[in-house]
């Protein structure tokens, strides 16, 4: 029997990555194998995987909760924006190129039905239980011939289905009624679940008894609106700096890519500030400043050419520790190269100079996970570490004083207090948060499974989970 449980929304962001991990860790805890999956994901939070592969950090999350290696099966089809009517587009955890919305959306079209089955057949030789989460909303009737994501899942095995919908946004009965009135195989949805209630809950009482009537489904969950941190599945969810501190700045420019980079800030309770052209003078208050990765390079240093950052940030340079990840790193360096206009038609430009570095982009997208160890003459700590990296440009002419290194490799640049590395997930290091905060802190998996759990017992507690359990039998 394939036991496939497909998790719906109402919108984006109505609770769907959030259920499906639950019910991974609530199944894995019960004994069973499970494994996440999304069709296709349309996100800039993605993370390299042991075999090189490219998967949203929204499935990295649940495997996770599921205890189980992730895999580019569990994400096949991955979209990363990059402005313009384009966006990069990743085949089962490899880029494929650069493609406007007509060309990935026809390429979707020839190959995403052998391609989904594919990676559910595999997954399901593998593993007992599949949660497989949909994107964006289950109703989306301009895109019926296209939306491979939600209940064309569903419909391959004849896969239950659970609708959640956010009841924080309002109107939550009529997004219920809305989307199971307008969705494909809503005979195939079994229960629907309202998320994020503040206050009493039997004020819906009424409303769901009507609801209930009138669809022929069940709410079988009402969930208590909750402050647990968990790592956010796109931008939309970093929009804001939620835990505010100021001496922590990090430039929000229009390009910035790996916001859960800084899911460290959220999960330790660090905080951190957002900059931009509406708050420049921030940075005079600050200590740390940070320069993030970026889809877009070229037109991110435009952007903080034009802003005033970029002389802002050299002017303070002297007395502010300023950290670069990947393409942030890049910006820190004296060129960018790009010689084959992989990023830009300028093919060379200027960087801050303030590491003696230059960056030549490549054709090839490098995508891996690494294991590194921070400089020990410069942080005194030689522990062993695990991130990842996803680029396209190396970087050449170094000749400053390497901050990592990977299997006795240098990796990444340190001059004073100015740092560059290509290693997404630096932050989750715990000596380098120690080296810039001077606090100690518990290990980041232990946080992050810590709160994983939390949330679980959260959704559990407040779920009629006996029929949901009845779904895979």
């Not at 599949?130 to 909303?137: C, K």
């Not at 505010?244 to 999960?267: A, G, W």
Request: with cysteine; net charge positive; proline share 3%.
């Amino acid at each position: 029997m394939n036991r496939i449980i497909q998790v719906l929304g109402t919108s984006s962001d109505s609770g769907k990555t959030t259920l499906a991990m639950v019910l991974c860790r609530y199944f894995s805890d019960k004994g069973y194998s499970v494994a996440p999956f999304k069709a296709i994901n349309m996100s800039l939070n993605s993370i390299s995987l042991n075999d090189g592969s490219e998967i949203s950090r929204a499935q990295w999350l649940q495997a996770i909760a599921a205890r189980t290696e992730p895999s580019k099966y569990m994400n096949p089809f991955l979209i990363k924006p990059e402005g313009n009517k384009k966006s990069q587009l990743i085949v089962l955890g490899k880029a494929i190129g650069s493609l406007t919305v007509d060309n990935y959306y026809d390429y979707i079209k020839k190959n995403a039905s052998r391609i989904i089955k594919k990676s559910l057949d595999e997954l399901l030789k593998k593993y007992d239980v599949i949660m497989a989460e949909g994107a964006g909303s289950a109703a989306e009737i301009n895109m019926y011939d296209r939306d491979y994501a939600n209940t064309f899942v569903s419909n391959i095995y004849k896969t239950p289905a659970i609708l959640i919908s956010d009841i924080d946004r309002g109107g939550v009965f009529a997004s219920l009624y809305g989307t199971v009135k307008l969705m494909k195989h809503k005979n195939l949805l079994k229960y629907m679940v309202i998320n994020k209630m503040r206050g009493d809950k039997t004020l819906l009482d009424s409303g769901i008894q009507k609801l209930e009537k009138m669809l022929n489904k069940r709410v079988i969950g009402i969930i208590p609106y909750s402050n647990i941190s968990l790592p956010g599945e796109d931008s939309l969810n970093y929009n804001v700096d939620r835990l505010r501190n100021s001496k922590i700045c990090i430039v929000k420019y229009p390009y910035m890519e790996n916001y859960s980079d800084f899911d460290p800030f959220y999960l330790y309770n660090i905080g951190f500030n957002y900059i931009t052209e509406k708050n420049i003078n921030d940075l005079d208050n600050c200590d740390v400043v940070i320069l993030p990765g970026s889809k877009m390079v070229s037109r991110d240093i435009g952007y903080m050419k034009k802003t005033g950052i970029y002389d802002k940030i050299i002017e303070l340079s002297g007395n502010k520790k300023i950290i670069g990840i990947c393409g942030g790193y890049q910006m820190l360096g004296k060129y960018i190269i790009d010689k084959n206009k992989i990023e830009s038609n300028r093919g060379k430009i200027k960087g801050m100079g303030l590491l003696n570095i230059e960056t030549l982009y490549n054709n090839v997208k490098e995508t891996y996970e690494i294991s590194y160890k921070l400089n020990e003459n410069i942080f005194g700590i030689n522990n062993e570490n695990v991130g990842y990296e996803i680029h396209y440009g190396s970087i050449i002419n170094n000749s400053e004083k390497p901050m990592n290194y990977k299997n006795n490799i240098p990796e990444g640049s340190i001059k004073g207090n100015i740092m560059g590395t290509n290693i997404h997930g630096i932050f989750e290091n715990i000596d380098f948060l120690r080296y810039l905060f001077n606090i100690d802190f518990n290990k980041y998996n232990d946080i992050l499974n810590n709160n994983i759990n939390k949330t679980t017992e959260l959704f559990t507690d407040n779920m009629n989970m006996k029929l949901i359990e009845e779904l895979i039998k």
